[in-house]
């Protein structure tokens, strides 16, 4: 089915170390990237989006960066903290207004 | 807090039931999406409304269907249900369509289906 997918379904970082969460996504006609950050019982909470007329964006302590050559993104936290903890989603937008989650990636922060 | 309103939070209902979950989105916003979430399929989208006209379609089973009404508010409703439609249901709204808009998420409704 449609789907994006992630390379890895966990990650574990030593706090103050920079995290990269990857995303594989498999329609070439996304237009718009998206990264989410789901903590226990919560909703989906954005963090950063990318169009796909770039490759770069930066937020605070977030990077997103985007390459349609081989169709990948990856989400960067510089110096994570405990608080990063959490379920992270890629999603794209494609045929008009239809965002597509992947599976997610949980982000494990070593004390 | 997003500023999107869902209810109820939680939810126990006997299969062969019907429920309706309620959206308020953001002020101002005039799309709505709705999103199952379970265990094994992660965020699947089911539908989403603009301005109360019905814009995209996801993976939405018959049983279920959604409508936007004119006060922006939207309801999701799950008709004859199954075990298998336990699950966590989120609503979420942006201002606009297309790219560039931001999609902000509810806490959810927990629907279990006993």
């Known amino acids: 089915g449609e789907s994006v997918g992630l390379h890895l379904p966990t990650l574990s970082v030593q706090e103050g170390d920079n995290s990269i969460i990857n995303c594989a996504y498999s329609?070439?006609?996304?237009?718009?990237f998206i990264w989410y950050k789901q903590e226990s019982g919560k909703g989906p909470q954005f963090i950063i989006d990318?169009?796909?007329?770039?490759d770069k964006r930066q937020g605070q302590r977030v990077t997103v960066l985007l390459n349609k050559t081989v169709k990948h993104l990856s989400l960067q936290i510089a110096a994570t903290q405990p608080g990063d903890s959490a379920v992270y989603f890629c999603?794209?937008?494609?045929?008009?207004?239809?965002?597509?989650f992947g599976k997610g990636t949980r982000l494990h922060i070593l004390p | 807090d997003s500023g999107v309103t869902q209810t109820p939070k939680h939810l126990i209902t006997a299969t062969g039931q019907r429920v309706t979950l309620r959206c308020s989105p953001r002020s101002g916003d005039l799309s709505v999406y709705w999103y199952q979430q379970s265990l094994d399929q992660g965020l699947q989208f089911l539908i989403q409304y603009y301005n109360g006209e019905e814009r995209a379609k996801g993976n939405i089973l018959e049983r279920f269907s959604a409508q936007q009404f004119p006060d922006l508010h939207s309801e999701l409703n799950l008709s004859s249900l199954e075990l298998g439609d336990s699950a966590l249901y989120f609503c979420?709204?942006?201002?606009?369509?297309?790219?560039?808009?931001?999609?902000?998420f509810g806490e959810g409704s927990w629907l279990t289906v006993v």
């Open positions: 990318i169009r796909s007329n770039m």
């Open positions: 329609n070439s006609a996304s237009d718009y």
């Open positions: 979420a709204s942006s201002k606009g369509q297309g790219t560039g808009n931001t999609i902000y």
């Open positions: 999603a794209e937008r494609f045929q008009y207004d239809k965002i597509i």
